[in-house]
């Protein structure tokens, strides 16, 4: 701005504004609000930036500013909750070097991100759970988790009085993966190579994963006579009883009634003469085992949040990858985070 009186000592100064736009915002705050949302609801940067003809770099600029001043106005996505999921995702791998994961932190009971984290190491993640409120943490009463030893150990140090409940999908697909690590080996002991597609064994794989309720009964004949011609000593057969026996655990309507078969099929499993395969599978049942059966008193699970992974996943194909992990996060949580937009007409960025 120039002053008009000719007696001015300084006659050109600036002044700032914040209700026309943020310090180092480069777009008006109506501009950097508009692109805010349209990012959020999953337009690519790139497409925002050609509307408003400017840089990608101005309008990621303003999604990331104003975006992080709405997450942290948005105490409700916080405060809401009684069970919370952790799991774990691909962030970045890069040609020659490791992968790099972050964690997931959702909201199962309203299927939301709560956050993000730039790892899966215990500390990490240990360390932004107990930064949080203790109201947030007292009101925590399930932690929903795959078989992961460090995410156990962080509900059991950060959150102990919460009931850890293993996601019934990764304990019957152990049990798939059980079935077909026999069935691999009795082939190649039966015949001397891998599954060939005559091969009874190999005919079969895809019957044997599928639920014994959903066969009809021809299909359960052919699965009986296969077995049968390929699996002499009934190893497949027992671990193919054994994935059954599990799935019902899941049906049973108590949780006594739940403990009472999964204890006996630990017993089962765990016996000598079991396939060695088999006898891991009950190892481990027994390990995770009242976290396997607090799913009869949480009736919720981990699929949450390997849903909203898949929402971070379109993100990043959306947006071709990403190496920034700030970018990143702001990105998945305003898509898949479910913010209160609402409050982003009241707020100033100063």
């Known amino acids: 701005m120039v002053c008009v009186d000719q007696r001015c000592s300084q006659r050109s100064f600036v002044l700032q504004d914040h209700r026309i736009a943020a310090k180092s915002c480069l777009l008006t705050t109506r501009a950097a609000k508009w692109a805010t949302v349209q990012v959020g609801t999953g337009r690519t940067v790139s497409e925002v930036a050609k509307e408003l003809a400017c840089d990608w770099h101005t309008v990621n600029d303003a999604v990331t500013t104003y975006g992080t001043a709405l997450l942290n106005a948005d105490h409700r996505r916080m405060n809401k909750t009684i069970a919370i999921g952790l799991d774990e995702t691909s962030f970045v791998r890069l040609s020659g070097q490791h992968t790099s994961y972050v964690t997931t932190v959702c909201d199962v009971e309203h299927h939301q991100i709560i956050d993000i984290l730039p790892s899966r190491n215990y500390v990490d993640v240990a360390r932004f759970i107990d930064r949080q409120s203790k109201g ?3 009101q925590i009463r399930f932690g929903a988790l795959d078989m992961s030893a460090t995410y156990a150990a962080v509900y059991s140090v950060v959150l102990p009085k919460a009931d850890q409940v293993v996601d019934p999908f990764h304990v019957v697909s152990l049990a798939g993966r059980c079935l077909d690590q026999v069935r691999r080996r009795v082939q190649q002991e039966q015949t001397g190579h891998r599954g060939r597609r005559d091969d009874p ?3 079969v794989r895809r019957a044997l994963l599928v639920g014994e309720e959903k066969l009809d009964e021809s299909a359960k004949e052919r699965l009986l006579s296969l077995l049968s011609l390929g699996d002499p000593n009934a190893e497949v057969a027992i671990a193919y009883r054994a994935k059954e026996r599990l799935r019902d655990f899941y049906r049973c309507g108590s949780i006594d009634e739940a403990k009472t078969i999964l204890n006996e099929l630990v017993a089962h499993c765990t016996k000598r003469s079991m396939p060695p395969e088999v006898q ?11 976290k396997i059966c607090n799913f009869h008193l949480a009736r919720m699970s ?5 849903t909203l992974n898949n929402l971070i996943k379109r993100i990043k194909r959306v947006g071709f ?3 920034n992990f700030e970018n990143y996060r702001i990105r998945a949580l ?3 985070g479910k913010p209160n ?5 009241s707020i100033v960025v100063r």
């Open 136 to 138: 947030w943490k007292g």
């Open 321 to 323: 990858g990403f190496r």
């Open 302 to 306: 981990n699929g949450p949040t390997e």
């Open 280 to 290: 891991r599978l009950g190892q481990t049942i027994r390990r995770w085992f009242d």
């Open 341 to 345: 937009w609402r409050i982003l007409g």
């Open 201 to 203: 064994l190999y005919r």
């Open 334 to 336: 305003l898509y898949a």
